[in-house]
């Protein structure tokens, strides 16, 4: 058995959803007793393509990454969901129209609410509060999509780099990365030389300090300058 | 002044529009006098980015091309709309959870009838069956994109190339195709020497022939094969 909501959890669930406040009494009263909190370790997929549909998630805690993944197991990540998050393509069977897979895994420990898909589905035809959020999220997430792939087709490697180690410092709110060029390659969907070959260079230039499993960016504003 | 609809082009809207049968009579008669039909040659632009925001264009006859534009002048082609087909980020500006920009041109000469903003704008507000449609249409624009962000990034390019071809005779009906290097290249999002080396490479293979401003496919189940 997966566990119930506690009180903190439902009151963040109340938050964290756009439309509750728009639900019946009713839909509201099965949203507390279906609802499920999952906990994930860092590395663990939460949804696999189209092997998985387990419902929406509100992330209650810690970060998860959403990628694609090729036949030969490259892969690029399209955004990631913090604290506040919903995770729309984890219940991406019931949206007929999706019918491309992506994959989610927890980047570090994470914790979610899940509101099972059969729940959601009926909750998004029954209100159109839900259908409203739906919408404003998948029109969200292309256009996160669509940023991803203009760096991708269009700027140089170099940038995109400068671009990411600067993500990253904001998002952990540290210059001290750790992050191994593996990681970074899928991240940027390149391979693990190439990643290498620039942080070698970007060393050289005395933008960042590579260490085991560790990248120290000691030159912000070059590297700012460089991803423009 | 634009020229308004005549008989047939109402008829063909009322055909065309998955929603129309479920607006208010006088919904219905703010579409026969506000859309318009209008007329582009082949090459001109519809759309560029957010300087323009004309309305909802239902294809009526010919082709368009929804492409991103780097700033450098470099394009892709996300997907075409032909007869029939409903082309949504021309009213873009109305979706404020769409922050990206992209181009819009006609690759033949091609009528549309468009639903201007405003009315478009006020008819998605009012009525849910509008606004359904926006959702699957931008659910199933999104799954192209990643359709060709998957082939962009995953695929080698010689598979997408041969892939493109393929396509293209699909859509022309035949296997004689007026395309210069430069337009595949646009297609493609690479540079026009890779595309002319890669053709000369299928030339020599015995796949396709080379002549100028035109390709000729002579053999449709190798470049099957190489396309997967």
Same mark, same amino acid.
């Given at each position: ?7 903190? *959890?439902?009151? =963040?669930?109340?938050? #964290? ?13 099965? @949203? ?16 696999? #393509? ?17 990628? +694609? ?7 690029i ?8 998050? +919903? ?9 007929? *129209? +999706? ?38 999220? $998948? ?6 999509v669509m940023w991803v792939m203009e760096q991708v087709l269009f700027m140089s490697f170099?940038?995109r ?15 001290? @990365?750790? @992050? ?9 969907g ?8 620039? @942080?070698?260079? =970007?060393?050289?230039? #005395? ?7 560790? $990248? ?13």
């Open positions: 058995m997966v566990p119930i909501l506690d009180k903190e *959890d439902f009151q =963040f669930l109340q938050e #964290g959803l756009p439309f509750y406040t728009q639900l019946e009494p009713a839909q509201q009263a099965r @949203l507390r007793q279906e609802c499920a909190r999952l906990s994930y370790r860092q590395g663990d997929k939460l949804h696999r #393509g189209s092997q998985d549909c387990a419902g929406l998630m509100l992330v209650r805690s810690g970060r998860l990454r959403v990628y +694609i993944l090729s036949q030969s197991g490259r892969e990540t399209l955004y990631r969901l913090l604290e506040w998050d +919903i995770c729309l393509f984890s219940a991406a069977c019931i949206f007929r *129209d +999706i019918n491309f897979e992506v994959w989610i895994e927890a980047e570090r420990g994470s914790e979610v609410i899940l509101i099972p898909t059969a729940l959601f589905g009926e909750l998004s035809q029954q209100n159109i509060a839900v259908a409203d959020t739906v919408n404003h999220l $998948i029109a969200s997430r292309f256009s996160d170099d940038k780099l400068a671009l990411f180690l600067l993500e990253q410092q904001a998002i952990e709110g540290s210059g001290q @990365l750790e @992050l191994t060029h593996d990681m970074i390659a899928n991240h940027l390149t391979a693990r030389e190439v990643v290498t070959r620039m @942080l070698k260079y =970007f060393q050289s230039e #005395g933008m960042v300090r590579l260490s085991r499993g560790m $990248i120290e960016i000691v030159d912000e504003g070059r590297l700012r300058a460089l991803a423009g």
